[in-house]
């Protein structure tokens, strides 16, 4: 099938604050999609417009919002659209709107890029460490340790959701496809009770092509969210190991700010940026010798991992979830056990001394992104995805 002229609705809830990837993920898609051809209109709400203390209201709008609902089967009749492409229907959107589609027709695509419908916080993770405590099961867990927010109200009304729709069969009766950016992703979606056959995994892709870059800055860049579960103590004790050798370059902003504020002041070698432009984001990975991913959670992709490959940076990942998947040790970097200070700051010091083998693996980088992450690929799997949406809508 062509891409040119297909109809297709794009429902998206942004987060606060926005620009996270999967913001940025749906936003690339839209624009691919239109360049392609497709005629692709929006419907988006944000997070900004949730109280700071939301009330019993937007939970039960988390469940169903008769909201969207409406806005969607009149968007979607007006229209004329031959596929709702839901790129995040939490909180706000809910999944309510697949039923909107449902009832007008529609083939419905749904992107799953967190772990929603088996986890309460989207995350796998808790208190420190990988949990799956609901992962094919009621989660009463989640409400019991208040894992949404640190609330029980709002863990309530998540977990409400995810109960009220399997009990509706809304993943089996409202959805056509599933799309998510990994392989190990489709494995931990499919033991909470999707159906398998229905998850296609398409990963996000690097648009416009920043083309390789020498990488002869000679530092570390990390990039991406500072939070726990994206490895940041463990970077920061791997970085006091390391005392001064090699300088690490931080972008990102997050609750652990003030944690690499201090790093900064306090411990040579650590250079503190903020918040960054994405220019100037692929700029840095250009510049730098390697970009290092310590993450301690599952991820559902490395977006991080996929740009340092478009600069043909190589990636020094832990060795888990799909950044595993993504990263080819000895070809385009290297794996370290998670939460590992020592062997991450050990692998650094080894990679950075051996520029043969960082010139041969910046090659086998940039190759990775030609062959996996580059826009053509991507509108390839999306015309597949849609056609087999609607040929799955048209067979009920």
């Known amino acids: ?10 429902c998206h809830n942004r987060y606060r604050p926005p620009a996270g990837g999967e913001d940025l993920s749906a936003s690339a898609e839209v624009a691919l999609l239109r360049q392609a051809g497709a005629e692709v209109e929006t419907y988006e709400v944000s997070n900004e ?12 709008r988390t469940v169903w919002s008769t909201e969207s609902y409406r806005e969607v089967r009149r968007r979607l009749r007006a229209g004329r659209h031959r596929v709702l492409h839901v790129q ?3 909180p706000l959107l809910s999944p309510a709107v697949f ?3 449902r009832q007008e027709g529609v083939a419905v695509v749904a992107a799953l890029r967190n772990y929603r419908l088996a986890c309460v916080n989207g995350l796998l993770y808790r208190d420190g460490r990988i949990c799956e405590d609901c992962l094919g099961r009621l989660p009463l867990p989640a409400v019991r340790h208040r894992c949404y927010r640190e609330s029980l109200l709002a863990s309530s009304a998540v977990a409400g959701m995810i109960i009220s729709h399997r009990v509706l069969r809304t993943w089996q009766r409202a959805v056509d496809v599933f799309v998510t950016p990994s392989q190990f992703a489709r494995r931990k979606l499919a033991q909470a009770g999707l159906d398998a056959s229905r998850i296609l995994v398409k990963p996000n892709f690097v648009h416009p092509d920043p083309g390789p870059r020498r990488g002869e800055g000679g530092f570390v860049v990390y990039a991406g969210r500072l939070s726990p579960e994206k490895g940041i103590r463990t970077l920061l004790d791997a970085w006091r190991a390391l005392d001064g050798a090699v300088r690490l370059v931080v972008v990102g902003a997050g609750p652990l700010q003030s944690e690499i504020q201090r790093a900064a002041r306090e411990l040579p070698g650590i250079e503190f940026r903020g918040q960054a432009e994405p220019s100037e984001v692929l700029r840095l990975m ?3 010798a390697l970009v290092v991913v310590p993450s301690v959670w599952y991820e559902t992709f490395g977006r991080v991992v996929a740009e340092a490959f478009a600069v043909g940076t190589p990636v020094v990942a832990s060795n888990i979830g799909p950044l595993a998947e993504m990263v080819e040790p000895g070809r385009n970097g290297a794996l370290v056990p998670p939460g590992d200070p020592g062997a991450l700051a050990a692998t650094v010091r080894e990679l950075l001394a051996d520029p043969d083998s960082l010139a041969t693996m ?12 580059t ?5 390839e799997l999306l015309e597949a995805i849609y056609a087999t949406a609607m040929e799955r809508s048209r067979v009920g």
């Open 1 to 10: 099938m062509s891409l040119r002229g297909l109809r297709i609705l794009m």
């Open 88 to 90: 995040n229907f939490f």
């Open 99 to 101: 039923w909107a589609a």
């Open 375 to 379: 826009a053509g690929r991507n509108l």
């Open 286 to 288: 250009g510049e730098a």
């Open 49 to 60: 417009a949730i109280p700071d203390r939301p009330g019993v209201r937007y939970g039960v």
């Open 362 to 373: 910046r090659e086998g980088a940039r190759r990775t992104y030609e062959a996996y992450y």
